[in-house]
Nanobody, 123 residues
């Protein structure tokens, strides 16, 4: 079992940056593929990107590819989502999730989820 906790969300102005963290209990997170998802009000949860256990990442959202980066700190059992040049349309609850296999963009393929962290981009 992987217990995930997201942090780092908040209110930021358009063009600003935030770094979200996804911390896992034990080192199971290090052996897992970690996906980042977001869900805006009234919309379905969408996959943003994923990083596998070897730190290879895949982007699933075109708008994020040039603005977001993902990395992992194996010693800290943590995955980071760095978000730059944020836009109002990035406003959503952001979730990390894990699966013991390769990356996927399907919500249903992920087993363990964090509680989510709110990101609001507004002036």
């Amino acid at each position: 079992q992987v217990h995930l906790v997201e942090s780092g969300g908040g209110l930021v102005q358009p063009g600003g940056s935030l770094r979200l963290s996804c911390a896992g209990s034990g080192n199971a997170l290090n052996r897992s593929a970690i996906g980042w998802f977001r869900q805006a009000p009234g919309k379905e949860r969408e996959a943003i990107l994923c990083i596998n256990s070897l730190s290879t990442s895949q982007f699933y959202t075109t708008s994020a590819k040039d603005r977001f980066t993902v990395s992992r700190d194996y010693r800290a059992n943590t995955v980071y989502l760095q978000m730059n040049f944020l836009k109002p349309e990035d406003t959503a609850i952001y979730y990390c999730a894990s699966r013991f296999a390769y990356c996927s963009d399907q919500v249903s393929q992920y087993i363990f989820w964090g509680q989510g962290t709110q990101v609001t981009v507004s002036s």
